[in-house]
């Protein structure tokens, strides 16, 4: 399966890249929450001073996948993140992977906001 990740910017020197897109493929039985670990693992998502930047994951349909926190240490999923990542796909077969830029904002008040549940 074809993923397009974009995110958005941080601050005005990481505009330069924005949207910072980039196309993975990952095997077709890859599970969100695998996704999203490698995500992390590789340094697609900025950091900020601080400790504390909150990003929404979401699906090309705006469909809010997860809530990550650069203070946890995993994706607080949504029960749309639970599912198959093929359901998220488009009629091409790709997904399309939007991770929205919270600042400073608090993740547990965010994963509420969004109607997750605890």
Known sequence: MRVQLT??????????????????????DTSVRSLLDGI???GYLATVAG????????AGDATPLAVLAQQ?????????????????????????LH???????DPEAEYARLGGCR
């Open 99 to 105: 991770f929205g830029y919270r600042a400073q904002l």
């Open 51 to 58: 400790g504390r930047a909150t990003w929404i994951a979401t």
């Open 7 to 28: 995110r958005d910017s941080v601050a005005m020197g990481d505009d330069v890249a924005a949207p910072h897109a980039v196309t993975r493929d990952v095997p077709d």
């Open 72 to 96: 946890w240490a995993a994706p607080r999923l949504f029960p749309a993140g639970r599912t198959p990542l093929t359901t998220h796909a488009g009629p091409d077969g790709t997904l399309r």
């Open 40 to 42: 992390l693992s590789a």
